[in-house]
C-alpha cells in the first residue's frame, strides 16, 4: 500500500470510454492511492462519466485543452510527498506504485522513477525500453536504476517537491516530448532520475488520436529543449540531427515554420544546462540517433 505517500494524475481529452477503463482499473489497485482526474474541456460528457461512475475520484473540470498543463494543475493541491502521472491509456500493474514511492522514500536525491511500460495486447516491452535499460548517463552508487536525463510523464512518479520546485511542465510545450524539458530542469537543479524495471506499467495506445500533430509537435518542442538548454553547437547538432531524420513533408515542415516562430521567445528564455548536464546529453546523443522509437513519422 502507498500509505497516504502517493496521489495519482489521470489527464485526459474526449476519450470518454478509455479514461473509464483506466479508472477501473486504477481505483481497485492493492496500492490504494487517490486519484485525480483533469477533464481537459472534453465534449464527449467525460466528466459527468467520471462523477457518475467513481464518486471516490476528485475531478477538476478546465473549459479548454490544457495538454500537459492539465498535471500542473492537478499537483497545485494535492498533498501526498508523491504524484504518479498516467494517462487515460496508461495503467500502473499492482505493486508498482509502491514499489515506486518506496525508491523515493529511499533515496531523498532521486526526483522520478520512470516505470517499463508494457505494450497491450501482446504486453511487449514499449520500443523506447533498451535506451532507458542501457543508459549511459553516468549517476551516483546510490542510484537504484539507470540513471534518465529524459522520462515518460504517463509512466513515472515524481517527488511533488522536485516537480515544484522546476515550475512542473512548461505552459510554452503543451504537450508532446514535453518531458524532455523537465527533465533537464530537474537535472539542471541537481537531482536524480531514474528507470525501475520492477515498476510495470501498462500502454494501450489509443486509437483516437490525431498521429499527424502528435507528430509536429513532439519535432516542434524537440526543437525548442535542445535551443533552450543546450549550448549552440550541441544545440545545432540536434536539429541536424532532427531534421535529417523526419519525413520531409509537409507535416515536417508545418513543425519547423512553428519552432522558428517561437525563437524568440526561446532566446529571451534560454538556460544552458550545467556543463555535468551537457556531458550527459552528450552520451545520449548517438543512442537516440541510432532509436527506432524516435522516429517522427506518424
Not at 498516467?86 to 499492482?94: G, L
Not at 555535468?276 to 522509437?293: C, K, M, N, T, Y
Request: positive net charge; charged residues 25%.
Amino acid at each position: 500500500m502507498t500509505s497516504g505517500r502517493v496521489t495519482v494524475v489521470i489527464i485526459t481529452w474526449n476519450r470518454k470510454a478509455e479514461v473509464l477503463r483506466t479508472l477501473e482499473h486504477m481505483t481497485t489497485l492493492p496500492d490504494r492511492a487517490p486519484v485525480v482526474v483533469v477533464d481537459n474541456g472534453s465534449t464527449d460528457h467525460t466528466a459527468d462519466a467520471v462523477i457518475a461512475r467513481f464518486g471516490q475520484v476528485t475531478l477538476l473540470r478546465s473549459e479548454r485543452n490544457l495538454g500537459a498543463l492539465g498535471r500542473n494543475l492537478a499537483v497545485r493541491d494535492i498533498d501526498t510527498p508523491y504524484v504518479a502521472f498516467c494517462d487515460d491509456d496508461t495503467r500502473w500493474q499492482p505493486g508498482a506504485l509502491t514499489r515506486a514511492a518506496s525508491l523515493l522514500d529511499a533515496h531523498p536525491g532521486l526526483a522520478s522513477v520512470t516505470g517499463r511500460i508494457l505494450v497491450a495486447p501482446a504486453m511487449v516491452e514499449d520500443p523506447l525500453t533498451p535506451e532507458l535499460r542501457n543508459s549511459p548517463v553516468p549517476g551516483p552508487a546510490w542510484l537504484p536504476g539507470p540513471a534518465l536525463l529524459g522520462v515518460l510523464a504517463g509512466a513515472s512518479m515524481f517527488r511533488v517537491a522536485a516537480f515544484r520546485e522546476v515550475g512542473g511542465f512548461s505552459p510554452r510545450l503543451w504537450l508532446g516530448g514535453e518531458e524532455e524539458l523537465l527533465a533537464l530542469d530537474l537535472a539542471a537543479r541537481g537531482w536524480w532520475m531514474c528507470w525501475a524495471p520492477d515498476v510495470v506499467v501498462e500502454h494501450a495506445p489509443s486509437v483516437c488520436r490525431d498521429p499527424r500533430r502528435r507528430r509536429q509537435l513532439g519535432i516542434r518542442n524537440t526543437l525548442w529543449t535542445a535551443w533552450l538548454r543546450r549550448p549552440l553547437p550541441s544545440a545545432l547538432r540536434r536539429t541536424g540531427t532532427l531534421l535529417r531524420s523526419v519525413p520531409p513533408d509537409w507535416a515536417s515542415m508545418v513543425a519547423l515554420v512553428e519552432a522558428l516562430a517561437g525563437l524568440a521567445w526561446v532566446l529571451r528564455e534560454r538556460r544552458v544546462v550545467p556543463p555535468e548536464v551537457e556531458r550527459g546529453l552528450r552520451l545520449l546523443e548517438e543512442p537516440q540517433r541510432l532509436s527506432q522509437a524516435r522516429r517522427y513519422v506518424g
